[in-house]
């Protein structure tokens, strides 16, 4: 053997290396993407969310006080509007620990 043998032989395995190492680091990209994405699909949910209480606040409160009604209208626009949010949370919030207590009585 040779100097230029041993110099091919180390070539190869850079290369070899190389390779391997490319393809670890396209894998680890592409599964970080993906977990990138999954977390970007999973905010659009609240986020659509936050948009329909807005209109709902739009519709409900600033739209009667732009026509001009009373301030009487006004009022009980925003406080149905915060009862509705409340009383939604509020709800939600009760579902949550009924069903926990399913889940533990099985």
Same mark, same amino acid.
């Given at each position: 053997?040779?100097?230029?043998?041993?110099?091919?032989?180390?070539? $190869?395995?850079?290369?070899?290396?190389?390779? /391997? *190492? $490319? +393809?670890?680091?396209?894998?680890?990209? *592409?599964?970080?993407?993906?977990? +990138?994405?999954?977390?970007?699909?999973?905010?659009?949910?609240?986020?659509?969310?936050?948009?329909?209480? $807005?209109?709902?606040?739009?519709?409900? /409160?600033?739209?009667?006080?732009?026509?001009?009604?009373?301030?009487? =209208? /006004?009022?009980?626009? =925003?406080?149905?509007?915060?009862?509705?949010?409340?009383?939604?949370? +509020?709800?939600?919030? *009760?579902?949550?620990? =009924? $069903?926990?207590?399913?889940?533990?009585?099985?």
């Amino acid at each position: 053997m040779n100097i230029q043998d041993l110099r091919d032989i180390l070539i $190869s395995i850079y290369l070899v290396l190389g390779i /391997v *190492f $490319s +393809i670890l680091l396209i894998l680890g990209v *592409f599964l970080i993407l993906k977990a +990138i994405l999954g977390l970007i699909k999973a905010a659009k949910r609240p986020l659509d969310n936050l948009g329909d209480a $807005s209109n709902s606040l739009i519709g409900g /409160v600033l739209d009667p006080a732009k026509e001009g009604l009373s301030l009487g =209208t /006004v009022l009980s626009g =925003t406080i149905s509007f915060g009862a509705g949010l409340l009383g939604s949370a +509020i709800k939600r919030s *009760f579902k949550r620990k =009924t $069903s926990k207590r399913k889940k533990k009585r099985r």
